[in-house]
């Protein structure tokens, strides 16, 4: 292990996903209606106080919903960062989360309700990152990174050409408004189907890139290394990044775009794990989903018109990720 | 365990090295030299089976294994990861790499004197302890063809004498290794040489093909020397 030597590689993991949980059960606990921890833990089996069965209603969804979204977006970035061996590579590489947007746009334009626009939001981040995919797998031979990048880059101008139309025809006041708050990212919004709606393709993209551990280290070497290794790369990076993308969309579809969390978050966790697959995600996954209950509560914390989380995880996440910027180049 | 190489032309678009026919046996080291741009790199990936030959057949007794020149591979990670990553295929479909991938990376990297730097990240190191660990890698894929391009460049003496030690021992170990480079006293002690010209590719005995005469065919150079280090090769 490249910071901690000595430390079992999982150990990192489980302890931050513990201060994770713990952090999400403390922001359950207080506020108003002050649940001790043990009338909390009677709810979930739903024998608690009507005050702990309140605030599970009412906060719980969202805190499921942070706490996905959160270790998913990070997981992804994670992904994606290894991948392309490029530490700015974030989840919207593919153009996944604009994507996500034209069809959350589009579906908010038509009327739907809630559970209609997101998936719509689904369905749009996956064709983009399927339209990403595609358009590179034309490409043959050269760097296969380096067109991924450019179709990701594509597909993402795409969308966000859907979306400006969208946003340019939407009826002023009250389309938009709907539009705009959507796409600056929320977790007020989930209910508890929706929040475990989510949590299923962020689970199963997460067994993937689990699964493909140091498979990923190989891929991050280059194709001509993984095939020289007996690996095939192509199908093997086309598993990863539908993996990635899967666990994008779910989280988008969900929470709207909530930036700088899969950029952050796995910057963080190198700091403590180093660079190796196997370890590096499932640290970034619980830093995210720390980060993101965090970030819910201070975007509760302002009264009643609650901030877009989206807006306040790039006006902490940005300074944050100077600073850690800074740390590393100073190791380094 | 002989690696066959029948009317094999290698080659990219627009780009056609002259037909090769050529048998190596295991435990022999073949040295590939000539000129840059003559083609030593595309012959290379061709017989590792990373580019399609253009007409011809190959036979290979197992496995091929391609090595970059020093400096081409970069990782972040351990140098101990980066030479067990020599099972990966191997353990094509488990969920992890086993102990024993580690113990035999940790094995091969002290053989190679680098098991100190086991654990630093492969970037932070040396480029020759970087090449000694991926050498070290070849040992734990155990690969039947080892294809290396040019790994005495960017070496100090003290290094490239540690990995011209370890290229031998990979073949003393029962494996064909074909090895590119411009260091022609590491061609005098090959077994063979190829001689890659501008359209013509020649197999030798090591003293028959680096005379003058041949030199000067392949380099254009009158030399008795190596133009890499001026150390006399005839």
């Known amino acids: ?332 | 365990m002989t690696l066959i190489l029948e009317q094999l032309v290698a080659g990219r678009r627009g780009f056609r090295l002259p037909p090769l026919d050529l048998a190596v046996e295991a435990g022999e080291v073949v040295a590939l030299i000539g000129p840059n741009g003559a083609g030593k790199t595309t012959l290379l990936k061709t017989v590792a089976g990373l580019l399609s030959p253009l007409e011809g057949r190959i036979t290979r007794p197992g496995p091929a294994a391609w090595l970059p020149p020093p400096g081409a591979v970069s990782a972040g990670f351990s140098a101990l990861h980066v030479a067990a990553l020599g099972r990966a295929g191997r353990r094509r479909w488990s969920p992890a790499l086993l102990p024993e991938d580690l113990e035999a990376a940790r094995a091969a990297l002290t053989r190679l004197d680098v098991g100190a730097v086991a654990d630093r990240p492969f970037d932070r190191l040396s480029s020759g302890q970087q090449q000694l660990v991926l050498i070290a890698r070849l040992f734990v894929q155990d690969a039947a063809v080892c294809l290396l391009d040019e790994p005495l460049a960017l070496l100090d003496p003290a290094h490239a004498q540690q990995v011209e030690t370890a290229i031998r021992t990979l073949a003393d170990e029962g494996r064909v290794v074909i090895v590119s480079t411009h260091h022609l006293p590491f061609a005098r002690r090959a077994d063979r040489v190829l001689s890659l010209g501008p359209d013509w590719i020649e197999s030798a005995s090591p003293a028959a093909a680096l005379a003058p005469d041949r030199m000067r065919a392949l380099f254009g150079v009158e030399t008795a020397a190596c133009p890499c280090c001026g150390h006399a090769v005839g």
Request: charged fraction near 10%.
């Open chain 1, 1 to 332: 292990m490249a910071r901690l030597s000595g430390v079992p590689g999982w150990v990192p993991a489980v302890a931050l996903t513990v201060l994770a949980l713990a952090v999400a059960t403390v922001v359950l606990c207080s506020g108003p209606l002050g649940v001790p921890p043990a009338d909390l833990a009677a709810a979930v089996f739903g024998r608690g106080s009507p005050e702990a069965e309140l605030a599970l209603a009412l906060r719980g969804p969202r805190l499921l919903a942070a706490l996905t979204c959160g270790a998913a977006l990070a997981g992804a970035g994670a992904g994606f960062q290894i991948l392309f061996r490029n530490p700015l590579a974030s989840p919207d590489l593919l153009g996944v989360s604009s994507g996500a947007g034209l069809g959350a746009a589009v579906a908010l334009l038509l009327g739907a309700g809630v559970f209609l626009t997101q998936t719509a939001a689904f369905i749009g981040g996956l064709a983009a990152g399927a339209l990403a995919v595609g358009c590179a797998a034309l490409t043959r031979g050269g760097d296969g990174r380096l067109a991924l990048i450019l179709c990701g880059v594509v597909a993402g101008a795409l969308a966000s050409a859907g979306l400006g139309l969208v946003v340019t025809i939407a009826e002023p006041y009250s389309q938009l408004p709907a539009i705009t708050y959507w796409l600056l990212g929320s977790f007020t919004r989930a209910t508890l189907s929706e929040a475990a709606l989510a949590l299923i393709p962020a689970a199963a993209g997460t067994m993937v890139l689990l699964w493909l551990g140091f498979r990923l280290d190989v891929l991050s070497l280059g194709d001509e290394q993984a095939r020289s290794l007996g690996l095939s790369a192509r199908p093997l990076r086309i598993i990863a990044l539908c993996a990635a993308a899967l666990m994008t969309s779910a989280a988008v579809a969900v929470a709207g775009v909530v930036g700088w969390i899969g950029l952050l978050a796995p910057h963080a966790a190198r700091l403590v794990v180093g660079e190796q697959a196997g370890r590096l995600i499932p640290s970034a996954m619980a830093t995210g989903a720390l980060f993101a209950v965090l970030i819910d509560r201070l975007a509760s914390a302002f009264g009643p018109a609650e901030l877009p989380v989206g807006l306040l995880s790039a006006a902490v996440g940005a300074p944050a990720f100077l600073l850690l910027f800074v740390l590393n180049a100073r190791r380094a």
